[in-house]
């Protein structure tokens, strides 16, 4: 599956997950109080298309009834799965109490859950980090978590592994994904963390046990990952990788996707943080990534995608 992604997870982006064949996406994380505001998420932006399905709404939040007053919004809206954030450890997230810094507070999470079970019908799934920091008391509070969780039929975990504190730093732990697994065979684990090669996501999930893969960083510029992932999942002997021109068409294809959702001003502007990812496949990369973010409109991205990928 795609990982929800706050700030690339769009509508664009999950649609080219698809098309290469990544089976579930998540729209990336919103605030519960903003998913409380129903002319909100009537907006063009946020509205999901039939072929869209099954996806994911993430929601963000430390109230047990906004959160599921957002959750039952999130469903009326034609989310298939709900997921609820305590993970993401982003300083003015933490500093609000949320995300991340939920880990220390099980008895909280787990009356989060408790309300949004009960208040919508469709599976309900926690995305969670392996604890606050990496003391012995925030493991506790980890397992805690999940166990309190699978006693109260969630429906899945997504674990991320690593601490809140680690942020980005150091690499995830799949042991702990692998130990969660062995514990709780019956529920379906997730995990993320570190996926940026199809053979070593592949890998991942097997010796861990868990039942998939949530790939995140590894698919920005690179939404072809997830048709990597089938080949070597189906023992495919050779890989599909795209050739330049082929990058460039898809590079081509994301942009038009784009243009649907955002301001030709702002498309350009967005963009950048995936051209300069999809510059990295490129055989020039240095000279590809500098130019493909220089362009200043819509003009001077398309002269400069037709010059390094032969279209
Ligand atoms: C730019 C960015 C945005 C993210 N947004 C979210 C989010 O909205 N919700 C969430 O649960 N995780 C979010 N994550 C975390 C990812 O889902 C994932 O768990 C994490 O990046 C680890 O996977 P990776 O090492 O393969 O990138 C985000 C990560 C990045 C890099």
Same mark, same amino acid.
């Given at each position: 599956?795609?990982?929800?992604?706050? /700030?690339?997870?769009?509508?664009?982006?999950?649609?080219?997950?698809?098309?290469?064949?990544?089976?579930?996406? *998540?729209?990336?994380?919103?605030?519960?109080?903003?998913?409380?505001?129903?002319?909100?998420?009537?907006?063009?932006?946020?509205?999901? @298309?039939?072929?869209?399905?099954? =996806?994911?709404?993430?929601?963000?939040?430390?109230?047990? %009834?906004?959160?599921?007053?957002?959750?039952?919004?999130?469903?009326?809206?034609?989310?298939?799965?709900?997921? $609820?954030?305590?993970?993401?450890?982003?300083?003015?997230? $933490?500093?609000?109490?949320? /995300?991340?810094?939920?880990? +220390?507070?099980?008895?909280?999470?787990?009356?989060?859950?408790?309300?949004? %079970?009960?208040?919508?019908?469709?599976?309900?799934?926690?995305?969670?980090?392996?604890?606050?920091?990496?003391?012995?008391?925030?493991?506790?509070?980890? *397992?805690?978590?999940?166990?309190?969780?699978?006693?109260?039929?969630?429906?899945?975990? =997504? #674990?991320?592994?690593?601490?809140?504190?680690?942020?980005?730093?150091?690499?995830?732990?799949?042991?702990?994904?692998?130990?969660?697994?062995?514990?709780?065979?019956?529920? !379906? =684990?997730?995990?993320?963390? +570190? &996926? *940026?090669?199809?053979? +070593?996501? #592949? !890998?991942?999930?097997?010796?861990?046990?868990?039942?998939?893969?949530?790939?995140?960083?590894?698919?920005?510029?690179?939404?072809?990952?997830? @048709?990597?992932? %089938?080949?070597?999942?189906? /023992? %495919?002997?050779?890989?599909?990788?795209?050739?330049?021109?082929?990058?460039?068409? =898809?590079?081509?294809?994301?942009?038009?996707?784009?243009?649907?959702?955002?301001?030709?001003?702002?498309?350009?502007?967005?963009?950048?943080?995936? &051209?300069?990812?999809?510059?990295?496949?490129?055989?020039?990369?240095?000279?590809?990534?500098?130019?493909? #973010?220089?362009?200043?409109?819509?003009?001077?991205?398309?002269?400069?995608?037709?010059?390094?990928?032969?279209?």
């Amino acid at each position: 599956m795609q990982a929800p992604l706050s /700030g690339y997870s769009d509508r664009a982006m999950r649609a080219l997950a698809r098309r290469f064949g990544c089976e579930l996406t *998540f729209s990336g994380v919103m605030l519960d109080k903003s998913a409380c505001h129903k002319p909100l998420l009537k907006r063009d932006f946020y509205k999901l @298309r039939d072929e869209e399905h099954p =996806i994911g709404g993430q929601l963000l939040g430390t109230e047990p %009834k906004t959160m599921a007053q957002a959750a039952q919004n999130f469903c009326e809206m034609g989310y298939d799965i709900i997921d $609820l954030n305590f993970a993401c450890p982003a300083p003015k997230v $933490l500093r609000r109490g949320r /995300g991340g810094a939920m880990l +220390d507070k099980p008895a909280k999470i787990l009356e989060i859950l408790r309300a949004v %079970k009960g208040a919508v019908k469709c599976p309900v799934m926690m995305k969670l980090r392996i604890g606050v920091d990496e003391s012995e008391a925030a493991r506790e509070d980890f *397992f805690r978590i999940c166990s309190d969780a699978v006693a109260e039929g969630v429906d899945g975990l =997504i #674990v991320h592994g690593r601490t809140t504190e680690q942020y980005f730093r150091g690499s995830a732990d799949w042991n702990v994904i692998a130990e969660l697994k062995k514990q709780y065979p019956q529920t !379906n =684990i997730i995990g993320s963390g +570190d &996926l *940026f090669d199809a053979k +070593d996501v #592949v !890998n991942k999930i097997k010796t861990s046990g868990a039942d998939g893969a949530a790939v995140a960083r590894g698919a920005i510029g690179k939404p072809w990952i997830y @048709r990597q992932i %089938k080949d070597v999942l189906e /023992g %495919k002997e050779e890989i599909y990788r795209p050739d330049i021109k082929e990058q460039g068409q =898809i590079i081509l294809e994301h942009f038009e996707l784009l243009k649907e959702l955002y301001e030709p001003k702002k498309c350009v502007w967005y963009f950048r943080k995936f &051209l300069s990812q999809y510059g990295r496949s490129h055989n020039q990369p240095g000279k590809v990534r500098r130019e493909l #973010v220089m362009a200043e409109d819509e003009a001077a991205l398309l002269d400069t995608i037709k010059k390094w990928y032969g279209i």
